[in-house]
């Protein structure tokens, strides 16, 4: 009998042994598999910061547009607009009070840059970023020109991002200075992971 009971508890201590190498086993595997799967993770969202990035916004194709305004400022992309703040802001009158500038051009010239914001403009893009663009403002003060900082997609994509790393930041000065941060805005990339603000460092959203 001491026998039998000898052998049974030999087996169950076995036993137990078995089960508790198992579940070190087994959580030893779902911690490998866990940090396996972040490492994935991570490797992926390094190879979208880093791959070669794609314009979402086309970039600018009418050479006489990119002389006449990158003289003063970027040469925003026409994608950035809907085509009534572009006829707005290319207006004789819009012209002449440019946000403080007297930004007057030959009567010809006008209509042909006109012409190409407009044949290009958000609500005339194929690329998404751009379609998104053309979603009306929330509303401006009245009489003043159309800004791409007021548009409702804009102000989506940088509400969370501190004045102080704008507007109070020298190397920035202003939402309106796109290539300070984004690094490819001249060539119509807009790509959040690419995102690099002077003095800050990267922006993760």
Not at 95 to 105: I, K, Q, S, T, V
Request: charged share 25%; net charge negative.
């Amino acid at each position: 009998m001491r026998q039998i009971v000898s052998t049974l508890s030999l087996i169950g201590v076995g036993l137990l042994s078995v089960g508790v190498a198992t579940v070190a086993f087994s959580d030893s595997d779902d911690h490998h598999e866990r940090h396996e799967r972040e490492g994935h993770q991570r490797e992926r969202h390094e190879h979208v910061r880093w791959l070669k990035p794609r314009a979402d916004v086309a970039p600018v194709a009418n050479e006489t547009y990119r002389e006449e305004c990158s003289a003063c400022h970027m040469a925003y992309q026409p994608g950035l607009l809907p085509a009534d703040a572009w006829q707005q802001i290319m207006s004789p009158e819009g012209l002449a009070d440019h946000y403080g500038d007297d930004a007057w051009l030959p009567d010809e010239l006008r209509v042909e840059l006109t012409t190409y914001l407009i044949d290009n403009s958000a609500d005339k893009a194929r690329r998404s970023r751009s379609r998104a663009f053309a979603v009306p403002s929330d509303g401006s003060v009245e009489g003043a020109l159309p800004r791409i900082s007021e548009t409702r997609y804009f102000r989506h994509e940088h509400h969370e991002i501190p004045s102080r790393l704008v507007a109070g930041n020298p190397q920035v000065a202003s939402f309106s200075q796109c290539n300070a941060c984004h690094r490819g805005a001249d060539e119509g990339v807009y790509n959040e992971h690419q995102v690099v603000i002077p003095g800050a460092g990267r922006w993760e959203d």
